[in-house]
């Protein structure tokens, strides 16, 4: 089956830096979506990208389908950005995840 | 308009009892589908219905089962429960049954099985 590997599995940075996390896949895929699961359990989906970029605010997702990895980029970082970022692939409406990220923002 | 709604939030079993977990969806979802959050495994697929029809089932055992019923609600339940069965159980909605419909989750049902 398709395999879903994330980088870094944890990360620490200081309020306002930037970062990038990643995500490989190891087959085609219909789709990837990004989702932050915050410190109380609730996952948000922050994209639906199966190529291209996007933006949103200070987050924003590129995928690269031909080369099958998708980044995730985190801007000027706040405390309210702590918790696990996950991607996930779509294999005919399986959705395939990652183990995620584990990020900290300290104040 | 209100999110999806899991119930209950926390619950605690006892190996080999069976459990029922409840979902609500966004009103006007008609897809529901399921997943189990622990440590080990990260996040799995469960099961997706669509329109009372279970459209997709992961890789878990007989003893996991859901429906979903004409309102859209479903349930899913576990029957004679391991200790390997605890885990977050979280439910997502979405408006139709395609790969382009976002997913919105639930806070989850956090099982603990003694």
């Known amino acids: 089956g398709i395999q879903v590997e994330q980088s870094p599995p944890d990360l620490i940075l200081q309020e306002g830096a930037n970062s990038t996390l990643r995500c490989n896949f190891s087959?085609?895929?219909?789709?990837l979506q990004w989702f932050h699961q915050n410190p109380w359990g609730q996952l948000i989906n922050l994209f639906y990208?199966?190529?291209?970029?996007k933006q949103n605010g200070r987050l924003s997702a590129t995928t690269v389908a031909t080369e099958r990895y998708s980044l995730l980029y985190i801007s000027s970082s706040q405390t309210t950005d702590s918790g696990v970022y996950f991607c996930?692939?779509?294999?005919?409406?399986?959705?395939?995840w990652g183990l995620g990220t584990s990020l900290a923002v300290n104040p | 308009k209100a999110g999806v709604t899991q119930t209950p939030r926390y619950l605690i079993k006892t190996r080999g009892q069976q459990v029922t977990l409840s979902c609500s969806p966004i009103?006007?979802?008609?897809?529901v589908s399921w997943y189990q959050q622990t440590p080990g495994q990260g996040l799995q697929f469960l099961f997706e219905?669509?329109?009372?029809?279970?459209?997709n089932k992961g890789n878990f055992p007989g003893r996991f089962s859901g429906r979903q019923f004409s309102n859209s609600r479903s349930e899913m339940n576990v029957s004679t429960l391991e200790l390997g069965d605890s885990a977050l159980y979280l439910c997502?909605?979405?408006?139709?049954?395609?790969?382009?419909?976002?997913?919105?989750f639930g806070n989850g049902t956090r099982l603990t099985v003694t």
């Open positions: 997502a909605s979405s408006l139709v049954w395609t790969p382009n419909s976002p997913l919105h």
């Open positions: 009103s006007g979802h008609r897809s």
């Open positions: 219905y669509f329109s009372e029809t279970q459209r």
């Open positions: 087959d085609s895929v219909n789709n």
């Open positions: 990208i199966p190529s291209g970029t």
């Open positions: 996930a692939v779509d294999n005919n409406r399986k959705l395939i």
